[in-house]
């Protein structure tokens, strides 16, 4: 028998496992940070910029800086990266008064002031103007056409008419998007729920898919978003799973993602030789884990390791259950993935009822069980497995398997992908 424990919010949910069926434990591979600290990490990264950044040379006392930043549902060390930009933005003459920073929410409901120190510190909010994004503050947004693939763009308004405009975020694999990081959190972080909704249509295209840029068209959309919007650099760091600081990068756009791509997958793929009939997955704890609409990136990259007809236990603590109202809205009254599938098609595609059809794709292959905080009705009524909270709960399912059954457990589910090692 062997304990196991897994992030769990702010604390860890540990079970046992028997010896058979057998089991293995599945991590993000180690990674080396070239022996730097990480405040050197990103002073480097900042005096050596990717690509082409003519606009540096014109930055000056006059210069109106806007500053993209995540919100709670993301682990960015905002300390760290702010810090170095503001130093080197201080040092090149900017003061203050002209740097905003905006907190990118997309369709999250916007931070509160009182929250602001959840992901800022102290010296931060009370030097600089910060302004949390609202997507459905219409007068607020400024219509900026529409991207090749027919997306409407409406960016915030003051983020669009700063000189200077940056993005500050984190490289990781994403599960529709292929990887976050880049323009992506202003262009749908300050973007509008029309222009928001639009870009999501395209999670239906095959490729648009984790661990996929190049060819994928929803990603592709929000590079076209981010250059109509004007994003002229971001400063983007590679994290590993104890949010430490593994590589940063600054510069062009495009070749910051280029660069944290690499080292992302250099990290991320796990060698397997076949897939798992049992996969035991963490979305790495809070704030992954903060809702369901979070935490479910964890239920898709637990199904690439997943075989067909498997079972998923998802152990996400969802401290704000589901996470959006519109998610909870649509399921109402219903009991079938078929019902899932029949209203998304009739009522048009929406963020947050997007995720019911996500899931009801992946329940179509896969038992998806739910061990969370969340009460067992309303994880049924999302047509997901509910499990107990306690020490025995996961042993009970597991004794119930074949002995010749083999589980996988992920203890960071959305930093992992598989890559079949060949005999």
């Not at 810090?83 to 203050?96: H, K, M, S, T």
């Not at 109202?325 to 078929?338: D, H, K, N, P, W």
């Not at 595609?349 to 896969?366: D, M, T, Y």
């Amino acid at each position: 028998m062997e304990n196991v424990r897994l992030l769990y919010g702010s604390h860890y949910q540990e079970f046992s496992l028997p010896l058979s069926p057998t089991h293995d434990v599945l991590l993000p591979r180690a990674a080396i940070a070239n022996g730097l600290d990480p405040v050197e990490l990103v002073k480097t990264a900042l005096s050596t910029p990717l690509g082409e950044c003519k606009i540096l040379n014109n930055i000056g006392g006059q210069t109106q800086v806007a500053i993209s930043i995540n919100d709670k549902t993301r682990p960015v060390p905002n300390d760290l990266l702010l810090d170095c930009l503001l130093e080197e933005l201080r040092q090149r003459g900017v003061p203050d008064r002209h740097i905003t920073l905006f907190i990118a929410s997309g369709t999250h409901i916007p931070m509160a002031m009182d929250e602001y120190h959840l992901i800022l510190s102290e010296k931060v909010t009370s030097r600089y103007r910060i302004l949390a994004h609202d997507c459905d503050d219409d007068d607020n947004l400024v219509n900026l056409g529409v991207t090749k693939a027919g997306t409407p763009v409406l960016i915030n308004r003051k983020f669009y008419e700063s000189d200077l405009k940056i993005v500050v975020g984190d490289i990781e694999l994403h599960h529709f998007a292929g990887y976050s990081g880049g323009v992506k959190s202003a262009a749908i972080g300050l973007a509008g729920r029309l222009t928001i909704n639009s870009n999501h249509t395209l999670l239906r295209d095959q490729n648009s898919v984790v661990a996929q840029y190049e060819v994928n068209p929803l990603r592709m959309d929000i590079e076209d978003i981010g250059e109509m919007a004007g994003v002229d650099l971001a400063l983007n760091a590679v994290l590993s799973e104890e949010k430490k600081v593994l590589r940063a990068y600054f510069g062009q756009p495009r070749e910051v993602m280029r660069a944290g791509i690499e080292a992302v997958n250099s990290i991320a793929q796990v060698p397997i030789r076949e897939k798992y009939d049992v996969v035991i997955a963490s979305a790495g704890g809070y704030p992954k884990d903060i809702n369901l609409y979070q935490a479910q990136k964890a239920m898709t990259h637990a199904s690439l390791f997943c075989k067909p007809g498997g079972k998923i236990i998802l152990v996400a603590e969802c401290r704000e259950g589901a996470g959006s109202a519109g998610y909870l809205q649509f399921m109402q009254g219903i009991t079938s993935m078929r019902e899932v599938m029949t209203r998304f098609q009739q009522s048009g595609f929406s963020v947050g009822p997007h995720k019911a059809f996500q899931i009801a794709r992946l329940l179509e292959n896969f038992d998806i069980y739910l061990l969370s905080s969340m009460q067992p009705e309303t994880v049924k009524s999302l047509l997901l497995k509910p499990m107990e909270v306690s020490l025995g709960s996961i042993r009970q399912l597991i004794d119930q398997e074949p002995l010749q059954s083999r589980v996988a457990i992920l203890p960071y589910a959305t930093a992992c992908i598989p890559i079949m090692k060949m005999e």
